[in-house]
């Protein structure tokens, strides 16, 4: 007799957009790692972001935190869009999200111009 619900084996229905800057970063890892610290209101669907800043140990956080019309354009996103990481590389920096399924998937223009703006941030560190 099969199943009638089987368990998942094999790739999972999950996307992640990364966009990738190009940036040799040499032994200051630390100076690009960064994530959103989000404020919010509210409880489960009805969540709202209200206030968004950076953690992190190196001057890129700093420089996100200072950078007040990106933090506004963050917290009018979706918490799960809010949450944002800088994750680096030996030759590149990754900015991404969280994952999403087939039917989720996809970036905003509000999203993308959020990204874009990180990344010149990352350019200018």
Do not use: C
């Not at 998942?8 to 800057?21: E, K, S």
């Not at 032994?27 to 989000?38: D, G, H, P, Q, R």
């Not at 680096?88 to 999203?111: M, S, Y």
């Amino acid at each position: 007799m099969q199943d009638p619900n089987p368990l998942p084996w094999g790739a999972l229905d999950r996307f992640q957009a990364q966009f990738i800057v190009r940036k040799t970063t040499g032994n200051s890892f630390n100076n690009y790692v960064a994530k959103t610290k989000l404020t919010t209101k509210g409880h489960f669907g009805s969540k709202t972001v209200t206030k968004v800043g950076w953690i992190g140990s190196g001057s890129l956080a700093s420089k996100l935190n200072a950078d007040t019309e990106l933090n506004e354009m963050i917290a009018k996103q979706s918490v799960k869009d809010a949450t944002i990481y800088v994750e680096p590389t030996n030759v590149a920096v990754r900015i991404r999200g969280k994952w999403d399924n087939h039917i989720d998937f996809g970036i905003t223009k509000e999203l993308f111009e959020i990204y874009d703006r990180i990344a010149g941030h990352i350019k200018s560190v």
